[in-house]
């Protein structure tokens, strides 16, 4: 069965501080795709990135960076220098080969940054 | 507006009322989703909705019924809830039903239930 673990339930920091969340998953589906999302204070969960199961290059896109690494199913989500606006809750998910009709995303519970001024 | 909209934006009701959530999309999008968000558990999908048909149901108790009048509009109609049923409640929706389609949500509705 899937399953996301995201073994780090919160994190403190002090601003400009790098932080890593990681992210661990379970699947028997050769195609899959991984997603992070944020939320937060205000409700929404806010896309990040998705990476489809082909694909493990790492990605950087400002101060986010995400680590896919198959070999230890993990897609660790790196934030440098981190910033106030970072604090949320922020969730990894995984989603298996498309089904018929609807598809939904396993998510992790999810890990806590407050970032500290 | 834009995204995904979702009404109230906070719901107290007592275990004998009725009462329903409502999510608009404006993203032209074909999949419509239900999630509960408990505190310290995973975000739970409940219903998803492709083309307004119901395509799953993940054993939601009946006190929940869903309703998809059509593709930008999904309800969720509460009745006789349990006090556990407190949670926030989120829509989402995404541009089809293909797993590689990123899912927008809503802001939520936080419900509490006496």
């Known amino acids: 069965a899937q399953k996301v673990t995201q073994a780090q339930t919160e994190i403190s920091v002090v601003e400009k501080e790098d932080v890593t969340l990681d992210c661990v998953y379970e699947?028997?589906?050769?195609?899959?795709?991984l997603f992070w999302y944020k939320q937060p204070p205000s409700g929404e969960l806010v896309f990040l990135i998705r990476?489809?199961?082909?694909?493990?290059q790492n990605e950087i896109s400002g101060r986010y960076s995400w680590n896919f690494q198959k070999s230890t199913s993990s897609f660790n989500f790196t934030i440098t220098a981190s910033q106030v606006v970072d604090s949320a809750v922020y969730f990894c998910a995984l989603s298996e080969a498309p089904r018929q009709a609807g598809t939904a995303l396993i998510f992790g519970k999810g890990t806590t940054l407050s970032v500290s001024s | 507006e834009t995204g995904v909209t979702q009404t109230p934006r906070h719901l107290v009701m007592g275990m004998t009322n009725k009462k329903s959530l409502k999510c608009e999309q404006h993203?032209?999008?074909?999949?419509m989703y239900w999630y509960k968000q408990s505190a310290k558990k995973p975000l739970e999908l409940m219903f998803v909705?492709?083309?307004?048909?119901?395509?799953e149901n993940n054993s939601v108790p009946s006190r929940f019924s869903p309703e998809c009048p059509n593709s930008s509009h999904l309800f969720l109609h509460l009745h006789t809830l349990q006090p556990e049923d407190s949670a926030l409640y989120l829509c989402a929706s995404s541009q089809d039903e293909d797993s590689y389609n990123e899912q927008f949500f809503g802001p939520g509705t936080r419900l509490t239930v006496l």
């Open positions: 990476r489809n199961s082909f694909d493990e």
């Open positions: 909705y492709s083309l307004e048909e119901r395509v």
């Open positions: 699947t028997r589906d050769t195609t899959y795709y």
């Open positions: 993203l032209g999008h074909n999949a």
